[in-house]
């Protein structure tokens, strides 16, 4: 599948729910509003779509939310896509907090790895971003993960000033005792945001140059993914230190994804509110044909970048969660 601007998109983001376990204060604002359970997709309604999907060559899956984790039997799912022919691979977006108990079970349904998203190693800084997790909870998520071999182990960290950005080389310190690969975002406006955004948005430059002041970090190759990261390791570090920057250095020229919403939209980009319903063709009974057609039509649509700039957003979107992040 090639979009009007050439590039290849071959990798599909499904959020499985827009409910969360957690209310983290740069993702989730008070007073949301929740997706209708009754429009939330089925397990086979999504199977269904990721078969269409899949014949028109988006073949790299990843499970996100909202919490995916939070999805009651979550592994079924896994273990339908898995054995969808043509599937690749199949990853996981999570805060980490029920991977004790899932990472076993997901890892035999057939999940190649998971993203743990971990704002900091202080369990009361923790608290706070996060609005009550507990971090000793995520911290053995991982380790259960690693030892599962979902494999490589990403780290997710959103940077705010005034609230982790004290802990960036506590964070990339741990790469040079774990294979963990520890990545730097930025913050990004939403509608939900944008205030707060302005306030404690810390570029990745700046992670860097901290970082970098310390002395030692040296351009490592690519971790295996579909992302927009780039990495750096200490010498002899098992794991390495990355930056996603979606404001500060724009990657929108490198996009090879759609996402798939939790009530069957499929979006074309994160920030521009393009999206496709393909939740009513499905439940109309529509044939695979119109909706594959439906899709390629759609993909036209699909805007060359995002225009987002500090403390203000693109998009009518209030929180990530309910499109999956
Ligand atoms: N619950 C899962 C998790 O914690 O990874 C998956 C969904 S979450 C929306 C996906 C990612 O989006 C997380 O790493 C989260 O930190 C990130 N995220 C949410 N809002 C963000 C924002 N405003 N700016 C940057 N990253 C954001």
């Given at each position: ?262 009530n069957g939209r499929l979006r074309l980009c994160l920030f521009g509110d393009n999206e496709i319903d393909l939740a009513t063709p499905l439940r109309a009974g529509r044939g695979e044909e119109e909706i594959a057609e439906k899709v390629l039509g759609g993909l036209m649509a699909k805007p060359q970048r995002h ?19």
């Amino acid at each position: 599948m090639r979009d009007p601007f050439g590039r290849d998109i071959d990798y599909l983001r499904i959020s499985v729910t827009d409910r969360c376990n957690l209310r983290c204060i740069y993702c989730i604002p008070e007073g949301m509003e929740w997706i209708e359970k009754a429009d939330i997709l089925s397990y086979e309604e999504i199977e269904r779509l990721v078969r269409i999907l899949g014949r028109l060559g988006l073949r790299r899956l990843r499970l996100t939310g909202g919490e995916p984790t939070v999805r009651r039997q979550l592994p079924r799912l896994v273990e339908m896509l898995a054995a969808i022919e043509g599937t690749e691979e199949i990853s996981l977006s999570t805060n980490g907090l029920k991977l004790t108990e899932l990472a076993a079970p997901l890892r035999r349904a057939g999940l190649s790895r998971v993203n743990v998203s971990l704002d900091s190693l202080d369990e009361g800084c923790f608290r706070e971003i996060t609005r009550g997790g507990d971090l000793r909870k995520v911290l053995a998520g991982i380790e259960a993960a690693e030892k599962e071999g979902l494999l490589p182990i990403k780290i997710n960290v959103v940077v705010m000033r005034g609230k982790n950005d004290g802990e960036i080389t506590d964070f990339a310190l741990l790469t040079q005792q774990r294979p963990w690969n520890v990545r730097f975002i930025e913050m990004m406006p939403l509608e939900g945001n944008v205030g707060e955004q302005e306030a404690r948005y810390v570029s990745t430059d700046e992670v860097r140059r901290s970082l970098e002041a310390l002395g030692g970090l040296e351009p490592a190759e690519a971790v295996r993914g579909n992302g927009p990261a780039t990495y750096f390791r200490y010498p002899g570090a098992p794991g390495t230190v990355g930056f996603i920057s979606p404001l500060n250095h724009n990657f929108c020229d490198r996009c090879n994804r759609l996402r798939l919403t939790a009530n069957g939209r499929l979006r074309l980009c994160l920030f521009g509110d393009n999206e496709i319903d393909l939740a009513t063709p499905l439940r109309a009974g529509r044939g695979e044909e119109e909706i594959a057609e439906k899709v390629l039509g759609g993909l036209m649509a699909k805007p060359q970048r995002h225009y987002l700039e500090l403390g203000s957003t693109a998009s009518r979107l209030i929180a990530l969660s309910q499109v999956g992040g």
